[in-house]
Nanobody
Framework: QVQLVESGGGAVQPGGSLRLSCVASGSIFSIYRMGWYRQAPGKQREMVATITSAGTTTSLDSVKGRFTISRDNAKNTVYLQMNSLKPEDTAVYYC?????????WGKGTLVTVSS
């Protein structure tokens, strides 16, 4: 089992920044991929950004150039630096880990972008 704890969400004005963190604990060896997904009210959950153990990243087109995913393997932590936030970025952000064919989710952290 892998346990995930997210932090860093909150309320910010348009154009502002936030950094999300997710710490993995438990059976954390051989984690293949870590990432962030989000779910806005009334919408399906979508992938925001992912990073593999080799450092390969993917990201949603609408966040490219604004969001950066990074990973600290020594701390078993994945980060999502979010800049130039827009109201449409408002959502619950979930940490996601893929390990040995299993998918694990955090409980989510709310990000609200509003003036």
């Amino acid at each position: 089992q892998v346990q995930l704890v997210e932090s860093g969400g909150g309320a910010v004005q348009p154009g502002g920044s936030l950094r999300l963190s997710c710490v993995a604990s438990g059976s954390i060896f051989s984690i293949y991929r870590m990432g962030w997904y989000r779910q806005a009210p009334g919408k399906q959950r979508e992938m925001v950004a992912t990073i593999t153990s080799a450092g390969t990243t993917t990201s949603l087109d609408s966040v490219k150039g604004r969001f950066t995913i990074s990973r600290d393997n020594a701390k078993n932590t994945v980060y999502l630096q979010m800049n130039s936030l827009k109201p449409e970025d408002t959502a619950v952000y979930y940490c996601n880990v893929v390990r040995s064919g299993m998918v694990y989710w955090g409980k989510g952290t709310l990000v609200t972008v509003s003036s």
